[in-house]
């Protein structure tokens, strides 16, 4: 992969904070610059990824913290041109899904465990229940964000593809995905085209997000801090500049705004979980 060129770990801030980003002084590495710099890569050049590379990604994601050593993540690896074609159409058309280096969808997997236990003549009635369900997910998420990570390290861009779940049911069958597993998304991983204008976005101030000892509302101001930010960003990109508008009411106002994603439910059920 190309060479990652650090852009420095002041400027990455001031381009998540704006005028009140944090200081980050002398202090500096690496792996924060890594973090700091992320950015949804939704253009990818023509390219591969080395079968090095990929198991070390997915080496990254398996590293990662898991709740009673369970492992409940398994991911598929999609290289097959015509299943890529299909998934990008049960994802909304994205050409992303097509174009990237690899793509690789990150199921929840409580199968081998349910096995495993059944096998050994034990009876399974705790994962009939919502937490169970919660700690596959939570598992499967911090794999995939460090898979993430480690795909950034090495030059690559990423997208996360959670329109897979607009069709979930329909993915479950390209994937032949038995009981007992739940794809929760797609990552996107490949060559970033450097005509992609997308960059580091705005985030809520640190203000509004972390708290110190009990839960404190934004205030105004600290809210239209970010929209002033994001929607700044969002004109410099072109595109619809008013996010409450444009994304935020455009994903909760209805259940029709989750574009099939509001039939989960039933799709957990069918692949086993009741979520008591």
């Known amino acids: 992969m190309t060479e990652v060129i650090s852009t420095g770990l002041q400027e990455q801030l001031d381009k998540r904070y704006g005028p009140d980003a944090p200081v980050a002084g002398d202090i500096g590495n690496p792996t924060l610059e890594v973090l700091l710099r992320h950015r949804t890569v939704r253009r990818y050049l023509p390219g591969t990824l080395s ?3 990929l198991q070390l990604i997915i080496a990254a994601a398996q590293s990662a913290s898991t709740s009673a050593n369970f492992q409940f993540t398994s991911v598929v690896v999609v290289d097959d041109p015509a299943l890529r074609e299909r998934l990008s159409e049960l994802a909304g058309g994205q050409q992303l899904v097509r174009d990237a280096a690899v793509f690789l969808v990150w199921v929840a997997d409580w199968s081998r465990n349910v096995a495993i236990a059944t096998e050994h003549g034990h009876t399974i009635e705790a994962t009939s229940y919502l937490d169970s369900t919660v700690s596959s997910i939570v598992d499967v998420t911090l794999s995939a964000q460090n898979a993430a990570v480690a795909a950034e390290s090495l030059g ?13 049911d329909a993915v479950i069958e390209e994937l032949r995905l038995p009981e ?6 797609g990552l996107a991983i490949g060559i970033p085209d ?13 203000s509004v997000v972390a708290h110190r000892n009990a839960y404190t509302p934004p205030t105004p101001a600290e809210t239209q ?5 994001i929607n700044a960003y969002y004109r410099e990109q072109e595109l619809p500049a008013d996010w409450v508008k444009n994304r935020l009411a455009g994903r909760i106002s209805t259940k029709e705004s989750l574009h099939g994603r509001q039939h989960i439910r039933r799709t957990f059920n069918n692949q086993g979980f009741s979520l008591k």
Do not use: S
Not at 156 to 168: D, E, K, P, Q, S
Not at 194 to 203: M, S, V
């Open 194 to 206: 450097p005509d992609d204008p997308a960059d580091i976005k705005p985030r809520y101030g640190q």
């Open 225 to 229: 801090d970010y929209l002033d930010r």
């Open 51 to 53: 079968e090095t590379e």
């Open 180 to 185: 007992w597993t739940f794809p929760v998304y």
């Open 156 to 168: 690559y861009g990423i997208t996360f593809v959670g329109a897979l779940r607009n069709n979930i």
